[in-house]
Protein backbone atom coordinates (compact mmCIF):
# COMPACT_ATOMS: atom_id res chain seq x y z
CA UNK A 1 0.00 0.00 0.00
CA UNK A 2 3.04 2.60 0.88
CA UNK A 3 4.47 2.00 -2.86
CA UNK A 4 0.67 2.57 -4.32
CA UNK A 5 0.75 6.18 -2.15
CA UNK A 6 4.47 6.37 -3.71
CA UNK A 7 3.08 5.62 -7.16
CA UNK A 8 0.14 8.46 -6.93
CA UNK A 9 2.31 11.14 -5.66
CA UNK A 10 4.49 10.20 -8.40
CA UNK A 11 7.62 9.59 -6.63
CA UNK A 12 8.11 5.70 -7.40
CA UNK A 13 7.75 3.90 -10.31
CA UNK A 14 6.56 0.31 -10.64
CA UNK A 15 9.35 -1.21 -8.84
CA UNK A 16 9.76 0.87 -5.75
CA UNK A 17 12.54 2.94 -6.98
CA UNK A 18 12.66 6.52 -7.29
CA UNK A 19 10.17 7.63 -10.27
CA UNK A 20 12.29 7.70 -13.70
CA UNK A 21 11.82 11.04 -15.30
CA UNK A 22 13.99 10.31 -18.94
CA UNK A 23 12.15 11.80 -21.97
CA UNK A 24 12.92 11.16 -25.47
CA UNK A 25 15.27 13.93 -25.71
CA UNK A 26 17.10 13.02 -22.70
CA UNK A 27 17.48 9.82 -24.27
CA UNK A 28 18.95 11.27 -27.28
CA UNK A 29 21.24 13.26 -25.93
CA UNK A 30 22.48 10.35 -23.42
CA UNK A 31 23.15 8.13 -26.56
CA UNK A 32 25.03 11.11 -28.59
CA UNK A 33 27.35 11.61 -25.70
CA UNK A 34 27.52 7.73 -26.18
CA UNK A 35 28.36 7.65 -29.81
CA UNK A 36 30.02 10.66 -31.07
CA UNK A 37 33.29 10.48 -29.54
CA UNK A 38 36.43 10.02 -30.22
CA UNK A 39 35.53 7.34 -33.34
CA UNK A 40 34.28 10.15 -35.27
CA UNK A 41 37.76 11.81 -35.41
CA UNK A 42 39.30 8.91 -37.15
CA UNK A 43 36.80 7.93 -39.53
CA UNK A 44 38.52 10.55 -42.40
CA UNK A 45 41.55 8.12 -41.84
CA UNK A 46 39.35 5.17 -42.43
CA UNK A 47 37.51 6.47 -45.51
CA UNK A 48 41.13 6.98 -46.64
CA UNK A 49 42.11 3.71 -45.86
CA UNK A 50 38.59 1.65 -48.30
CA UNK A 51 38.58 4.25 -50.32
CA UNK A 52 35.80 6.31 -52.28
CA UNK A 53 33.36 3.20 -53.01
CA UNK A 54 33.81 0.53 -49.68
CA UNK A 55 34.45 3.73 -47.02
CA UNK A 56 31.17 5.36 -47.40
CA UNK A 57 29.37 2.30 -47.64
CA UNK A 58 31.20 0.96 -44.84
CA UNK A 59 29.57 3.71 -42.38
CA UNK A 60 26.29 3.19 -43.73
CA UNK A 61 26.20 -0.49 -43.20
CA UNK A 62 27.64 0.08 -39.68
CA UNK A 63 25.05 2.40 -39.14
CA UNK A 64 22.02 -0.18 -39.60
CA UNK A 65 23.94 -2.52 -38.05
CA UNK A 66 23.98 -0.58 -35.15
CA UNK A 67 19.93 0.38 -35.20
CA UNK A 68 19.34 -3.11 -35.63
CA UNK A 69 21.40 -4.30 -32.73
CA UNK A 70 19.48 -1.22 -30.70
CA UNK A 71 15.68 -2.20 -31.73
CA UNK A 72 16.55 -5.79 -30.49
CA UNK A 73 17.87 -4.91 -27.57
CA UNK A 74 15.33 -2.51 -26.38
CA UNK A 75 12.86 -5.02 -26.66
CA UNK A 76 14.69 -7.14 -23.66
CA UNK A 77 14.59 -4.07 -21.01
CA UNK A 78 11.17 -5.46 -20.03
CA UNK A 79 10.37 -9.83 -19.40
CA UNK A 80 6.79 -11.15 -20.35
CA UNK A 81 6.06 -10.25 -16.29
CA UNK A 82 6.79 -6.81 -16.68
CA UNK A 83 10.20 -6.85 -14.95
CA UNK A 84 13.02 -4.50 -15.87
CA UNK A 85 16.54 -5.15 -16.73
CA UNK A 86 18.01 -2.29 -15.68
CA UNK A 87 21.19 -3.32 -17.15
CA UNK A 88 22.73 -5.23 -19.97
CA UNK A 89 23.73 -7.91 -17.77
CA UNK A 90 20.24 -8.26 -16.01
CA UNK A 91 18.87 -8.97 -19.38
CA UNK A 92 21.66 -11.74 -20.51
CA UNK A 93 20.96 -13.11 -17.09
CA UNK A 94 17.81 -13.59 -17.43
CA UNK A 95 17.38 -14.65 -21.28
CA UNK A 96 20.73 -16.39 -21.81
CA UNK A 97 21.62 -18.15 -17.63
CA UNK A 98 24.37 -17.34 -15.32
CA UNK A 99 27.45 -18.89 -17.41
CA UNK A 100 27.01 -16.48 -20.38
CA UNK A 101 25.90 -13.61 -18.02
CA UNK A 102 29.62 -14.00 -16.47
CA UNK A 103 31.55 -13.71 -19.72
CA UNK A 104 28.98 -10.84 -20.70
CA UNK A 105 29.90 -9.52 -17.33
CA UNK A 106 33.61 -9.54 -18.40
CA UNK A 107 33.51 -7.99 -22.19
CA UNK A 108 30.95 -5.48 -21.31
CA UNK A 109 33.32 -3.91 -18.20
CA UNK A 110 36.70 -4.71 -20.12
CA UNK A 111 35.27 -2.97 -23.15
CA UNK A 112 33.65 0.24 -21.23
CA UNK A 113 37.39 0.29 -18.87
CA UNK A 114 38.98 0.34 -22.81
CA UNK A 115 37.03 3.03 -23.53
CA UNK A 116 37.83 4.97 -20.97
CA UNK A 117 41.16 4.43 -21.68
CA UNK A 118 40.71 5.44 -25.16
CA UNK A 119 38.95 8.36 -24.12
CA UNK A 120 42.35 9.35 -21.70
CA UNK A 121 44.25 9.29 -25.00
CA UNK A 122 41.55 11.27 -27.12
CA UNK A 123 41.63 14.27 -24.14
CA UNK A 124 45.00 14.84 -23.85
CA UNK A 125 45.85 14.32 -27.57
CA UNK A 126 43.73 17.15 -28.34
CA UNK A 127 45.04 19.48 -25.00
CA UNK A 128 48.23 18.91 -27.26
CA UNK A 129 47.07 19.17 -29.97
CA UNK A 130 45.57 23.38 -28.29
CA UNK A 131 49.15 24.21 -27.53
CA UNK A 132 50.86 22.71 -30.28
CA UNK A 133 47.84 25.26 -32.73
CA UNK A 134 49.03 28.31 -31.03
CA UNK A 135 52.65 27.21 -31.73
CA UNK A 136 52.50 26.32 -34.94
CA UNK A 137 50.45 30.30 -35.70
CA UNK A 138 53.12 31.80 -33.96
CA UNK A 139 56.17 30.19 -35.35
CA UNK A 140 55.17 28.81 -38.59
CA UNK A 141 53.88 25.86 -39.90
CA UNK A 142 57.43 24.08 -40.12
CA UNK A 143 58.20 25.05 -36.22
CA UNK A 144 59.54 21.98 -34.22
CA UNK A 145 56.40 22.15 -31.86
CA UNK A 146 56.96 18.74 -29.68
CA UNK A 147 54.69 18.56 -26.96
CA UNK A 148 54.42 15.63 -24.46
CA UNK A 149 51.64 14.30 -23.02
CA UNK A 150 51.44 12.85 -19.99
CA UNK A 151 50.83 15.96 -18.28
CA UNK A 152 47.67 16.32 -19.79
CA UNK A 153 46.72 12.54 -19.11
CA UNK A 154 47.25 13.22 -15.42
CA UNK A 155 45.24 16.55 -15.55
CA UNK A 156 42.43 14.64 -17.08
CA UNK A 157 42.76 12.12 -14.60
CA UNK A 158 42.47 14.21 -11.73
CA UNK A 159 39.23 15.72 -12.91
CA UNK A 160 37.75 12.46 -13.35
CA UNK A 161 38.20 11.44 -9.79
CA UNK A 162 36.10 14.54 -8.85
CA UNK A 163 33.87 13.95 -11.77
CA UNK A 164 33.53 10.09 -10.49
CA UNK A 165 31.93 10.83 -7.32
CA UNK A 166 28.55 11.95 -8.95
CA UNK A 167 26.16 9.22 -7.82
CA UNK A 168 24.80 7.49 -11.14
CA UNK A 169 23.13 8.00 -14.44
CA UNK A 170 19.98 9.27 -12.78
CA UNK A 171 22.34 12.66 -12.01
CA UNK A 172 24.04 13.01 -15.23
CA UNK A 173 21.43 14.65 -17.30
CA UNK A 174 22.85 17.51 -17.38
CA UNK A 175 26.42 16.41 -18.16
CA UNK A 176 24.86 14.26 -21.63
CA UNK A 177 23.09 17.89 -22.32
CA UNK A 178 26.54 19.68 -21.88
CA UNK A 179 28.11 16.62 -23.78
CA UNK A 180 25.79 15.76 -26.37
CA UNK A 181 26.49 19.60 -27.57
CA UNK A 182 29.88 19.85 -27.37
CA UNK A 183 30.02 16.74 -29.69
CA UNK A 184 27.88 18.46 -32.14
CA UNK A 185 29.95 21.49 -32.18
CA UNK A 186 33.28 19.72 -32.61
CA UNK A 187 32.05 17.65 -35.24
CA UNK A 188 30.36 20.40 -37.59
CA UNK A 189 33.84 22.43 -36.81
CA UNK A 190 35.84 19.29 -38.48
CA UNK A 191 32.71 18.95 -41.01
CA UNK A 192 33.21 22.46 -41.91
CA UNK A 193 36.88 22.58 -41.88
CA UNK A 194 37.29 20.02 -44.47
CA UNK A 195 34.70 21.50 -46.40
CA UNK A 196 35.97 24.32 -46.38
CA UNK A 197 39.80 22.86 -47.01
CA UNK A 198 38.22 21.14 -50.75
CA UNK A 199 36.72 24.12 -51.70
CA UNK A 200 39.93 26.20 -51.16
CA UNK A 201 42.15 22.35 -53.20
CA UNK A 202 39.39 23.09 -56.02
CA UNK A 203 38.75 19.68 -56.87
CA UNK A 204 38.27 16.25 -54.30
CA UNK A 205 41.55 14.64 -53.44
CA UNK A 206 41.65 10.48 -53.09
CA UNK A 207 40.65 7.18 -55.20
CA UNK A 208 38.50 4.54 -55.51
CA UNK A 209 40.78 1.98 -53.77
CA UNK A 210 42.05 4.65 -51.23
CA UNK A 211 45.09 5.36 -49.68
CA UNK A 212 48.17 3.13 -51.40
CA UNK A 213 50.27 0.83 -49.43
CA UNK A 214 53.88 -0.79 -49.87
CA UNK A 215 52.34 -4.08 -50.63
CA UNK A 216 48.72 -6.03 -50.36
CA UNK A 217 49.14 -7.34 -46.95
CA UNK A 218 50.16 -3.90 -45.38
CA UNK A 219 46.70 -2.31 -47.53
CA UNK A 220 44.84 -5.28 -45.93
CA UNK A 221 46.18 -4.76 -42.17
CA UNK A 222 44.84 -1.65 -43.20
CA UNK A 223 41.82 -1.63 -44.35
CA UNK A 224 40.78 -4.22 -41.19
CA UNK A 225 41.98 -1.63 -38.56
CA UNK A 226 40.03 0.92 -40.32
CA UNK A 227 36.65 -1.52 -40.07
CA UNK A 228 37.67 -1.93 -36.71
CA UNK A 229 37.62 1.84 -36.35
CA UNK A 230 34.63 2.33 -37.74
CA UNK A 231 33.02 -0.71 -35.48
CA UNK A 232 34.64 1.50 -32.67
CA UNK A 233 32.87 4.97 -33.58
CA UNK A 234 29.30 3.36 -33.68
CA UNK A 235 27.70 1.04 -31.27
CA UNK A 236 26.36 1.86 -27.80
CA UNK A 237 24.34 -1.06 -27.10
CA UNK A 238 27.03 -2.08 -23.99
CA UNK A 239 25.13 0.97 -22.12
CA UNK A 240 21.68 0.72 -24.60
CA UNK A 241 19.36 -0.35 -20.99
CA UNK A 242 21.10 1.54 -18.52
CA UNK A 243 20.07 4.16 -20.81
CA UNK A 244 16.70 2.59 -21.32
CA UNK A 245 16.23 2.47 -17.47
CA UNK A 246 16.09 6.45 -17.29
CA UNK A 247 12.98 6.22 -19.30
CA UNK A 248 9.56 7.12 -17.77
CA UNK A 249 6.72 5.30 -18.67
CA UNK A 250 4.26 5.72 -20.42
CA UNK A 251 4.80 5.60 -23.37
CA UNK A 252 6.30 2.10 -23.13
CA UNK A 253 10.26 2.13 -22.61
CA UNK A 254 11.25 0.11 -25.75
CA UNK A 255 9.29 2.24 -28.11
CA UNK A 256 10.69 5.57 -26.54
CA UNK A 257 14.46 4.14 -26.96
CA UNK A 258 13.47 2.70 -30.64
CA UNK A 259 12.50 6.24 -31.62
CA UNK A 260 15.87 7.85 -29.58
CA UNK A 261 17.52 5.34 -31.52
CA UNK A 262 16.55 6.17 -34.75
CA UNK A 263 16.97 9.90 -34.54
CA UNK A 264 20.67 9.43 -32.28
CA UNK A 265 21.91 7.52 -35.39
CA UNK A 266 20.34 9.25 -38.41
CA UNK A 267 22.07 12.38 -36.61
CA UNK A 268 25.24 10.91 -35.82
CA UNK A 269 25.96 9.50 -39.32
CA UNK A 270 25.09 12.36 -41.09
CA UNK A 271 28.16 13.65 -38.69
CA UNK A 272 30.53 10.60 -39.57
CA UNK A 273 29.57 10.72 -43.50
CA UNK A 274 30.40 14.61 -43.69
CA UNK A 275 33.67 14.05 -41.08
CA UNK A 276 34.80 10.97 -43.10
CA UNK A 277 33.89 11.69 -46.51
CA UNK A 278 35.12 15.74 -46.47
CA UNK A 279 38.19 14.84 -44.48
CA UNK A 280 38.98 12.41 -46.88
CA UNK A 281 38.33 14.89 -50.33
CA UNK A 282 40.43 17.81 -48.38
CA UNK A 283 43.63 15.90 -47.81
CA UNK A 284 43.56 12.55 -49.96
CA UNK A 285 46.65 10.26 -48.89
CA UNK A 286 48.07 12.51 -46.41
CA UNK A 287 44.63 12.30 -44.70
CA UNK A 288 45.71 12.19 -40.87
CA UNK A 289 44.93 9.74 -37.88
CA UNK A 290 43.13 12.66 -35.96
CA UNK A 291 41.15 14.79 -37.98
CA UNK A 292 41.20 18.19 -35.82
CA UNK A 293 44.77 17.28 -33.83
CA UNK A 294 46.61 15.55 -36.49
CA UNK A 295 47.40 19.34 -38.11
CA UNK A 296 45.75 18.62 -41.61
CA UNK A 297 44.40 21.88 -40.57
CA UNK A 298 46.59 24.82 -39.27
CA UNK A 299 44.34 28.02 -39.58
CA UNK A 300 42.18 29.27 -38.38
CA UNK A 301 43.80 28.48 -35.36
CA UNK A 302 41.53 29.92 -32.87
CA UNK A 303 38.43 27.93 -34.38
CA UNK A 304 40.92 24.66 -33.69
CA UNK A 305 41.52 25.37 -30.41
CA UNK A 306 37.89 25.84 -29.29
CA UNK A 307 37.09 22.61 -31.57
CA UNK A 308 39.55 20.83 -29.37
CA UNK A 309 38.37 22.28 -26.42
CA UNK A 310 34.87 20.94 -27.18
CA UNK A 311 36.32 17.24 -27.66
CA UNK A 312 37.93 18.16 -23.87
CA UNK A 313 34.61 18.85 -22.33
CA UNK A 314 32.58 16.45 -24.16
CA UNK A 315 34.79 13.62 -23.01
CA UNK A 316 34.43 14.96 -19.43
CA UNK A 317 31.03 13.41 -19.70
CA UNK A 318 31.69 11.22 -21.93
CA UNK A 319 34.66 8.73 -19.66
CA UNK A 320 31.21 9.30 -17.16
CA UNK A 321 28.84 7.95 -19.48
CA UNK A 322 30.80 4.81 -19.52
CA UNK A 323 32.13 4.66 -16.47
CA UNK A 324 29.10 4.44 -14.17
CA UNK A 325 28.27 1.13 -15.48
CA UNK A 326 31.33 -0.58 -14.36
CA UNK A 327 31.00 1.44 -10.59
CA UNK A 328 27.05 0.49 -10.28
CA UNK A 329 28.27 -3.16 -11.11
CA UNK A 330 31.05 -3.41 -9.20
CA UNK A 331 29.54 -1.92 -6.31
CA UNK A 332 26.38 -3.88 -6.52
CA UNK A 333 28.47 -7.09 -6.04
CA UNK A 334 30.95 -5.76 -2.77
CA UNK A 335 27.17 -4.58 -1.07
CA UNK A 336 26.05 -7.95 -1.90
CA UNK A 337 29.39 -9.90 -0.50
CA UNK A 338 29.84 -7.61 2.28
CA UNK A 339 26.32 -6.48 3.53
CA UNK A 340 27.49 -6.12 7.73
CA UNK A 341 31.09 -3.51 6.10
CA UNK A 342 30.80 -0.10 7.13
CA UNK A 343 33.69 0.40 4.54
CA UNK A 344 31.61 -0.63 1.94
CA UNK A 345 27.93 0.75 3.04
CA UNK A 346 28.26 3.64 5.06
CA UNK A 347 27.79 7.00 3.83
CA UNK A 348 29.33 10.05 5.69
CA UNK A 349 27.27 13.41 5.20
CA UNK A 350 30.26 16.24 4.69
CA UNK A 351 29.45 20.09 4.24
CA UNK A 352 31.88 22.22 2.86
CA UNK A 353 32.02 26.11 2.62
CA UNK A 354 29.94 27.84 -0.15
CA UNK A 355 28.77 24.05 -1.33
CA UNK A 356 25.31 21.94 -0.61
CA UNK A 357 26.58 18.88 1.45
CA UNK A 358 26.94 16.00 -0.17
CA UNK A 359 27.42 12.01 1.00
CA UNK A 360 30.34 10.09 0.80
CA UNK A 361 31.07 6.17 0.85
CA UNK A 362 34.68 5.56 1.57
CA UNK A 363 34.65 2.07 -0.87
CA UNK A 364 32.97 3.89 -3.55
CA UNK A 365 35.56 7.06 -3.59
CA UNK A 366 38.54 3.98 -3.20
CA UNK A 367 37.40 2.05 -6.09
CA UNK A 368 36.31 4.72 -8.10
CA UNK A 369 39.75 6.94 -7.73
CA UNK A 370 42.12 3.36 -8.38
CA UNK A 371 39.84 2.65 -11.71
CA UNK A 372 40.54 5.86 -13.29
CA UNK A 373 44.41 5.97 -11.98
CA UNK A 374 44.30 2.72 -13.69
CA UNK A 375 42.93 3.71 -17.05
CA UNK A 376 45.04 6.88 -16.66
CA UNK A 377 48.00 4.85 -16.57
CA UNK A 378 47.32 2.58 -19.49
CA UNK A 379 46.58 5.49 -21.87
CA UNK A 380 50.58 6.56 -20.86
CA UNK A 381 51.74 3.29 -21.65
CA UNK A 382 49.77 2.56 -25.06
CA UNK A 383 49.19 6.28 -26.71
CA UNK A 384 48.40 5.16 -29.76
CA UNK A 385 44.80 6.65 -31.30
CA UNK A 386 43.81 4.66 -34.40
CA UNK A 387 45.04 1.28 -32.98
CA UNK A 388 43.95 1.67 -29.71
CA UNK A 389 39.97 2.48 -31.18
CA UNK A 390 40.05 -0.25 -33.77
CA UNK A 391 41.27 -3.32 -31.24
CA UNK A 392 38.46 -1.45 -28.90
CA UNK A 393 36.15 -1.52 -31.84
CA UNK A 394 36.73 -4.67 -32.92
CA UNK A 395 36.85 -6.46 -29.56
CA UNK A 396 33.37 -5.40 -28.54
CA UNK A 397 31.27 -4.75 -31.81
CA UNK A 398 30.09 -8.88 -32.10
CA UNK A 399 29.74 -10.38 -28.40
CA UNK A 400 28.21 -7.31 -27.22
CA UNK A 401 26.68 -5.42 -30.12
CA UNK A 402 25.28 -8.52 -32.00
CA UNK A 403 25.53 -11.82 -30.12
CA UNK A 404 24.03 -11.40 -27.05
CA UNK A 405 21.15 -8.97 -28.38
CA UNK A 406 20.26 -11.80 -31.16
CA UNK A 407 20.37 -14.64 -28.97
CA UNK A 408 17.97 -13.29 -26.21
CA UNK A 409 15.98 -11.96 -29.01
CA UNK A 410 15.64 -15.31 -29.94
CA UNK A 411 14.71 -16.51 -26.27
CA UNK A 412 11.90 -13.52 -25.87
CA UNK A 413 10.19 -13.87 -28.70
CA UNK A 414 10.41 -17.92 -28.98
CA UNK A 415 11.88 -18.11 -32.25
CA UNK A 416 12.06 -21.40 -33.47
CA UNK A 417 15.14 -22.70 -35.23
CA UNK A 418 15.43 -22.73 -39.26
CA UNK A 419 12.83 -20.49 -39.19
CA UNK A 420 12.99 -17.23 -41.86
CA UNK A 421 13.88 -15.16 -38.91
CA UNK A 422 16.14 -17.36 -37.46
CA UNK A 423 18.70 -18.00 -40.60
CA UNK A 424 18.64 -13.79 -41.11
CA UNK A 425 19.42 -13.35 -37.92
CA UNK A 426 21.77 -16.25 -37.48
CA UNK A 427 23.10 -15.11 -40.79
CA UNK A 428 23.70 -11.42 -39.85
CA UNK A 429 25.63 -12.45 -36.71
CA UNK A 430 28.03 -14.78 -38.73
CA UNK A 431 28.70 -11.44 -40.87
CA UNK A 432 29.07 -9.27 -38.33
CA UNK A 433 31.51 -12.01 -36.58
CA UNK A 434 33.88 -12.44 -39.46
CA UNK A 435 33.72 -8.46 -39.90
CA UNK A 436 34.71 -7.75 -36.08
CA UNK A 437 37.82 -10.93 -36.80
CA UNK A 438 39.26 -8.90 -39.22
CA UNK A 439 39.31 -6.01 -37.77
CA UNK A 440 40.87 -6.98 -34.91
CA UNK A 441 43.22 -8.50 -36.38
CA UNK A 442 44.39 -5.85 -38.17
CA UNK A 443 44.09 -3.45 -35.35
CA UNK A 444 46.61 -5.73 -32.95
CA UNK A 445 48.97 -5.87 -35.91
CA UNK A 446 49.22 -2.11 -36.01
CA UNK A 447 49.37 -1.65 -32.16
CA UNK A 448 52.08 -4.23 -32.05
CA UNK A 449 54.05 -2.44 -34.77
CA UNK A 450 53.40 1.10 -33.05
CA UNK A 451 54.43 -0.22 -29.51
CA UNK A 452 57.15 -2.07 -30.77
CA UNK A 453 58.06 -1.39 -34.51
Same mark, same amino acid.
Given at each position: ?8 ? =? ?10 ? &? ?27 ? &? ?22 ? #? ?13 ? #? ?33 ? @? ?44 ? *? ?16 ? %? ?17 ? !? ?6 ? !? ?36 ? $? ?40 ? =? ?6 ? !???? *? ?13 ? =? ?21 ? *? ?13 ? $? ?6 ? @? ?5 ? @? ?15 ? =? ?7 ? %? ?44 ? !? ?5
Amino acid at each position: MAVQRSLDN =GTCDDDGHPART &GTLWSCVAHIITAVIGSGVLSLAWSTAQL &GWIAGPIALLVFAIITYLSAFLLS #DCYRSDDGTRNKSYM #DAVDLYLGRNRTWLCAFLQNLSLYGTDIAYVITTS @TSMRAIQKSNCYHREGQHAPCSYGDISYMLLFGAVQVVMSQIPDFH *NMEWLSVVAAIMSFTYSF %IGFGLGFAQVIENGRIKGS !ITGVPAAN !IADKLWLAFQALGDIAFAYPYSIILLEIQDTLRSPPPE $NKTMKKASMISIFVTTFFYLCCGCFGYAAFGNKTPGNLLTGF =GFYEPYWL !IDFA *NACIVLHLVGGYQIF =GQPVFAFVERWFTKKFPSSGFVN *NFYTFKLPLLPSFQV $NPFKVCFR @TAYVAST @TVIAMIFPYFNQVLGVL =GALNFWPLA %IYFPVEMYFVQKKIQPWTRKWVVLRSFSIFCLLVSIVGLIGSIQGL !ISARFG
